[in-house]
């Protein structure tokens, strides 16, 4: 059968496009099955949808829905395809959560309910002989007129997902600038993480089960990339890339041994590794580790099931910046029951582990299918999702205040953290030493606008660039005045260190 698989646009966006990893390992796993498949990323390019569909003539239409920012895209296509007599699934995180809604307001017909290569794959057999759809596991579709959901499917194993076919988009067109590397994409190990973190998607969506690819097939892909588009740089996308020192160490091992000119990054937790374990990591390429932060109280730490400790994330950060990797620490603000002491400790670490890191603020926006969302919409602080014209379309905004501070005080904190993350030099200082400057936040937001061009459309880049210049203004206004406000949280300037 034919299939597009189609990664809609996101309103304002204003980030340079990521591969759309879970698109490209269904593509690779139905080409593999037989089927002819194509993707359209709108993410990466606007191109028409309308003329896509329209001259592939697919039989089936699949919609990842991951963000809430691509609803109003997602239901354009839906609604074209609809029209030209095509059915619809929907995959992803969001899509699983809300699917109820997806096909009871007719945008799809289908749903698949965690990993889609084998749902979609039993899906376009059933119907290509005209089997009946029911017994599928890990499906959601429409049945006289209410949602019906088959059995969960048991998640693959690793040596079951297929290697990435790059060919399937321009893997150049997704190159970014990072540290010490020009042309830097994302790939993924594993799938999955174990935490418990109430805020995060990975409990209901993964069941905190953390599976591993082969890692073989990651070296093919690697390898496919470095030699064939000329990739100087990867980011694991993993929602955690090791849990102990035997993965850790037999990852290193194998990305060195490939004795390829690259350098890579990826996410990993405080309090699992030591000093040693970041110059190895070092030694064998790292230049840049993600830790998941999110608050310096450790009543807000204990609260979101986060399982760390201030110490721990200081120690992390301090040994793993002296082994020359530059760490990018983030934190979100608002937090239900958050008042102005858990606010302070948060200021007072980020400014601790800002000689070492480049720390990055986010505000709280709760996740539909989070524990986090049940316990706000349980609590009624936060209205129950019925319908996606409810969903939020905005990136990183501030909707909601939950917690117990005035929205005027975070909005001041937020500002300060991301005016520290463009002014704060420390992280490239090994950087600066080695001579192999290949990455700056002014510069790498300069490239975002300009990269947003192809991907949004000529028609968008004005709206972007003007919103992109309020935002810059905002933050300006909030960190110049508010004296008092500034005092509370001791909002001064933060120390470089000297390395």
């Known amino acids: 059968m034919k299939v597009i698989l189609i990664n809609p646009m996101a ?3 204003r980030e340079p496009a990521t591969f759309p990893l879970g698109l490209l390992s269904i593509a690779s796993h139905l080409k593999r099955c037989g089927h002819e498949v194509k993707i359209l990323d709108r993410t990466s390019k606007a191109t028409s949808y309308k003329k896509v569909i329209k001259k592939f003539a697919p039989d089936m239409v699949g919609i990842s829905f991951l963000s809430s920012k691509s609803t109003k895209d997602a239901i354009k296509i839906s609604n074209y395809s609809h029209s030209l007599g095509i059915p619809v699934i929907y995959g992803n995180t969001l899509a699983s959560a809300v699917a109820d809604i997806l096909l009871l307001d007719g945008y799809a017909d289908y749903v698949a309910l965690g990993e889609g290569e084998f749902v979609f794959e039993e899906l376009l057999e059933a119907l290509e002989n005209k089997k009946k759809v029911e017994n599928i596991p890990g499906l959601a579709l429409l049945k006289d007129g209410k949602t019906y959901y088959t059995e969960p499917r048991p998640f693959a194993d690793g040596s079951a997902l297929p290697v990435i076919d790059w060919s399937f988009v321009d893997p150049v067109s997704y190159a970014r600038p990072s540290y010490e590397c020009k042309k830097m994409v994302f790939v993924y190990s594993s799938k999955g993480c174990p935490a418990r973190c109430s805020f995060c998607f990975n409990e209901t969506f993964h069941k905190r089960m953390r599976r591993a690819r082969p890692l073989e097939d990651v070296l093919t892909e690697i390898c496919d ?15 955690l890339w090791s849990v102990g020192k035997k993965e850790l160490y037999e990852k290193c091992r194998a990305l060195k041994e490939l004795e390829l000119p690259f350098v890579w990054g990826c996410h990993l937790r405080v309090g699992l590794f030591e000093q040693e374990d970041y110059e190895y990591m070092y030694e064998c390429g790292c230049r840049w580790i993600f830790f998941g932060v999110e608050t310096g109280s450790p009543k807000i730490l204990k609260q979101i099931n986060k399982g760390t400790d201030t110490d721990g994330i200081i120690k992390a950060h301090r040994e793993a910046h002296a082994a020359g990797i530059a760490l990018l620490p983030s934190f979100i603000l608002g937090f239900p029951d958050e008042q102005e ?13 800002a000689p070492y890191s ?17 316990e706000l919409v349980e609590g009624n602080l936060l209205d129950e999702i019925y319908s996606l014209k409810q969903l939020d379309a905005q990136w990183n905004k501030m909707g909601h205040n939950f917690s117990d501070v005035p929205r005027k005080d975070i909005k001041i904190i937020y500002s300060h953290i991301v005016w520290w993350s463009i002014t704060n030099r420390s992280p490239v200082t090994m950087e600066r030493k080695r001579k192999k400057i290949g990455f700056s936040h002014p510069a790498n937001a300069l490239l975002a606008v300009l990269k947003s061009i192809p991907q949004n459309g000529v028609r ?3 709206p972007n660039l003007l919103y992109s210049a309020t935002e810059f203004l905002k933050i300006i206004y909030y960190i110049s005045f508010f004296k008092k406000i500034k005092k509370k949280y001791v909002l001064h300037k933060t120390e470089s260190a000297d390395v």
């Open 358 to 374: 480049n720390p990055k603020a986010f505000y709280l926006s709760p996740l539909i299918g989070t524990q986090l969302y049940s």
């Open 11 to 13: 309103k304002s966006n």
């Open 341 to 353: 002491e858990d606010l302070r400790k948060t200021v007072s670490l980020i400014k601790k582990i």
């Open 460 to 462: 968008r880049v004005i």
């Open 225 to 239: 990339l470095v030699e064939n588009y000329g990739v100087d740089g990867f980011f694991f996308g993993d929602e």
